[in-house]
């Protein structure tokens, strides 16, 4: 056909681009324990793509850090209320575990692989750390107390044990 003839070559544009470099999330979460203390926990969160589902990745997710820090608010708030303020010091690793499971089995649905999961700070209020403070220090001041008396006991039995030696 003779006259003016348009060719357009098939044109591809970058939609967006995804790192497949391991990410850390922090994510700080306010919940209350069994003993009613407010506790500010600390997640530290480190996942990365998976290269055989970065389609799933970009696509299937607007948000994926919003969706992590959802899961974890979720974990967090359903798990450290069932314990109190010195277990939950005491079991930082479930806590972890349990944030950890949850996340990777919902995220690699979406292209995420959840690599690990750090219980990074569980911070009562400042009010709650004076106060045991204050308990281990009057507690200690009643263990050094105890431990005076007992050697007090201890000098005055042998003073009078020597001085009845002396006597006869």
Known sequence: DPGFHCVLCPVQSVVGRLSLRIQQLDVICETKT???????????????????SAYDAYYRLTDPRGQIQSY?????????????????????????????????????????????????????DSKVKASMNEINASRRLKEAASHKAEADKVRQVKGAEAEAEARY
């Open 72 to 124: 974890v608010f979720d974990v967090i708030r359903s798990t450290v209320p069932k314990m109190e303020l010195d277990e939950a010091f005491a079991s930082k690793a479930d806590i972890a575990a349990a944030v950890l499971e949850q996340l990777t089995d919902v995220m690699r649905d979406y292209g995420y692989e959840i690599k690990n999961t750090l219980i990074t700070d569980l911070a009562p």
């Open 34 to 52: 069994k003993d009613n203390v407010f506790v500010n926990v600390g997640v530290a969160v480190q996942f990365r793509v998976l290269v055989e």
